[in-house]
């Protein structure tokens, strides 16, 4: 495997190699466009049982297609720069998105149609992939001799990810070739809480205190409330994991109970973060991210409420449901923390690559002027604004709201588009440097 050289002098891994995560933003964003068209276009698997073949497919193209496309490039941005080092192998890197590009739209169109032989297949690709990814990132981390929370929070939230890709692995083979008799809807809630709360939720415990900082120009003041909130949820995800697979009710409860104190103390450093910036004025990128981990904390919460025992609430749609816990995880909390993400994230590795090396020689615009300020308003205000039509229709089993709320994400998700395409644009036609104004001759 080619290990990526260190850093020349002058230079920065960003400027030469950042392409891959670029690759990983675009395929990302070619996911969320399939995503949400799928969406609108059959808004009725909202209210469709989740065991359904249908339902597995649409979820995991918003989580694989979309989620998880978006966060593994992320992490090839920011390990390196969170940990000061280069990339293990830039090489390792692509061969994992060469993997994951391919084999991820089969498993979807496996799950569509319920073709086992081919979803094993393909998912076994897709792990080699993750194989690929976490051996790239750990050795990265290990090389950097880094442990403080930000490295531990993307050593977990790598190893979850493997466990939830190789769990559903293991799923497909039990389905194809019956090792075990067991009811599939329990273990199917544990993959999917292994992969939602232990990769993702890790994941933004960690590096939130690292992005935040960057883009407000800020400190995190106390690291203390940062650990505890991290290594809380680790304690209810170890706990939480299991009692979902063997359905054990109470346990489910406490140990969800548990996250939900890790995101209090996250939410807590968080607060303490955001007083220290300078940049005071809040963009519609940070708002985004406040408000996903804010309907993190209720999904989490609203979580508690579907496992414990005495609730009424089940599997089939209608009322407080499965199905409307999975609308408020995805659309509620990791689509405006991930969206708002990367309004931030893809400018910066854009100009990075195309004006990065030319600091010095000639005038550049800012990061911030790469992107339209109104498309990122009402691109991820209309996403915002569709979740309550979605919640609303999913709860009552009403089709008038379901193609509302869809509607309204659609607009949404295309003016974001828009907004992350006229960004990208500048890759391939760089801004023009702006001639120096002649000065004004002397007044007599």
Same mark, same amino acid.
Not at 10 to 34: D, E, I, N, T, Y
Not at 257 to 266: K, Q, R, T, Y
């Given at each position: 495997?080619?290990?990526?050289?260190?850093?020349?002098?002058?230079?920065?891994?960003?400027?030469?190699?950042?392409?891959?995560?670029?690759?990983?933003?675009?395929?990302?964003?070619?996911?969320?466009?399939?995503?949400?068209?799928?969406?609108?276009?059959?808004?009725?698997?909202?209210?469709?049982?989740?065991?359904?073949?249908?339902?597995?497919?649409?979820?995991?193209?918003?989580?694989?297609?979309?989620?998880?496309?978006?966060?593994?490039?992320?992490?090839?941005?920011?390990?390196?720069?969170?940990?000061?080092?280069?990339?293990?192998?830039?090489?390792?890197?692509?061969?994992?998105?060469?993997? /994951?590009?391919?084999?991820?739209?089969?498993?979807?169109?496996?799950?569509? /149609?319920?073709?086992?032989?081919?979803?094993?297949?393909?998912?076994?690709? !897709? +792990?080699?992939?993750?194989?690929?990814?976490?051996?790239?990132?750990?050795?990265?981390?290990?090389?950097?001799?880094?442990?403080?929370? +930000?490295?531990?929070?993307?050593?977990?939230?790598?190893?979850?990810? &493997?466990?939830?890709?190789?769990?559903?692995?293991?799923?497909?083979?039990?389905?194809?070739? /019956?090792?075990?008799?067991?009811?599939?809807?329990?273990?199917?809630?544990?993959?999917?809480?292994?992969?939602?709360?232990?990769?993702?939720?890790?994941?933004?415990?960690? +590096?939130?205190?690292?992005?935040?900082?960057?883009?407000?120009?800020?400190?995190?003041?106390?690291?203390?409330?940062?650990?505890?909130?991290?290594?809380?949820?680790?304690?209810?995800?170890?706990?939480?994991?299991?009692?979902?697979?063997? /359905? +054990?009710?109470?346990?489910?409860? !406490?140990?969800?109970?548990?996250?939900?104190?890790?995101?209090?103390?996250?939410?807590?450093?968080?607060?303490?973060?955001?007083?220290?910036?300078?940049?005071?004025?809040?963009?519609?990128?940070?708002?985004?991210?406040?408000?996903?981990?804010?309907?993190?904390?209720?999904?989490?919460?609203?979580?508690?409420?579907?496992?414990?025992?005495?609730?009424?609430?089940?599997?089939?749609?209608?009322?407080?449901?499965?199905?409307?816990?999975?609308?408020? !995880?995805?659309?509620?909390?990791?689509?405006?923390?991930?969206?708002?993400?990367?309004?931030?994230?893809?400018?910066?590795?854009?100009?990075?690559?195309?004006?990065?090396?030319? &600091?010095?020689?000639?005038?550049?615009?800012?990061?911030?002027?790469?992107?339209?300020?109104?498309?990122?308003?009402?691109?991820?205000?209309?996403?915002?604004?569709?979740?309550?039509?979605?919640?609303?229709?999913?709860?009552?089993?009403?089709?008038?709201?379901?193609?509302?709320?869809?509607?309204?994400?659609?607009?949404?998700?295309?003016?974001?588009?828009?907004?992350?395409?006229?960004?990208?644009?500048?890759?391939?036609?760089?801004?023009?440097?702006?001639?120096?104004?002649?000065?004004?001759?002397?007044?007599?």
């Amino acid at each position: 495997m080619t290990v990526s050289p260190p850093p020349r002098p002058g230079g920065s891994w960003l400027a030469s190699q950042g392409r891959l995560p670029l690759a990983f933003m675009g395929l990302g964003l070619a996911w969320f466009a399939a995503a949400v068209l799928a969406t609108a276009w059959a808004p009725q698997q909202l209210i469709t049982p989740h065991i359904a073949p249908s339902v597995i497919a649409l979820t995991h193209a918003w989580v694989l297609g979309f989620f998880v496309t978006i966060a593994v490039g992320a992490i090839y941005q920011l390990a390196p720069v969170a940990l000061s080092t280069t990339l293990w192998s830039e090489r390792g890197g692509w061969w994992h998105f060469a993997l /994951h590009a391919a084999a991820v739209p089969v498993m979807v169109y496996a799950f569509w /149609h319920w073709n086992l032989p081919l979803l094993g297949a393909a998912g076994s690709f !897709v +792990v080699a992939g993750v194989l690929l990814f976490a051996g790239n990132t750990l050795v990265t981390i290990v090389r950097s001799g880094k442990r403080d929370a +930000v490295a531990w929070s993307l050593i977990l939230a790598t190893l979850w990810l &493997v466990l939830t890709v190789t769990a559903g692995l293991a799923l497909v083979a039990n389905r194809l070739w /019956h090792l075990w008799p067991t009811d599939p809807l329990p273990l199917l809630r544990a993959h999917a809480h292994l992969g939602l709360a232990g990769f993702f939720l890790t994941l933004l415990q960690g +590096v939130t205190f690292r992005l935040v900082p960057m883009f407000t120009l800020g400190d995190v003041p106390h690291w203390r409330p940062v650990r505890i909130g991290l290594w809380l949820s680790q304690l209810g995800l170890l706990g939480l994991a299991p009692a979902l697979a063997w /359905h +054990v009710g109470y346990a489910s409860a !406490v140990f969800g109970m548990a996250i939900v104190a890790g995101l209090v103390f996250s939410g807590i450093a968080l607060r303490q973060t955001f007083a220290t910036r300078k940049k005071r004025h809040l963009d519609v990128g940070l708002q985004a991210l406040v408000r996903g981990m804010i309907g993190l904390g209720l999904a989490s919460v609203a979580g508690i409420w579907l496992v414990w025992p005495t609730t009424a609430a089940g599997s089939a749609p209608g009322g407080f449901s499965a199905n409307v816990y999975g609308v408020l !995880v995805l659309l509620g909390g990791l689509l405006p923390a991930i969206a708002g993400m990367m309004n931030k994230i893809v400018p910066f590795l854009t100009w990075m690559r195309a004006y990065g090396p030319k &600091v010095g020689r000639m005038p550049t615009p800012p990061a911030s002027a790469l992107a339209n300020s109104r498309l990122e308003a009402w691109g991820l205000g209309l996403q915002g604004l569709a979740l309550l039509p979605l919640l609303v229709g999913t709860w009552l089993v009403e089709p008038l709201w379901l193609r509302l709320g869809t509607l309204l994400l659609a607009l949404g998700t295309a003016l974001f588009l828009a907004n992350q395409l006229l960004v990208l644009k500048h890759l391939f036609r760089p801004q023009p440097p702006t001639p120096a104004k002649p000065k004004s001759p002397p007044k007599p």
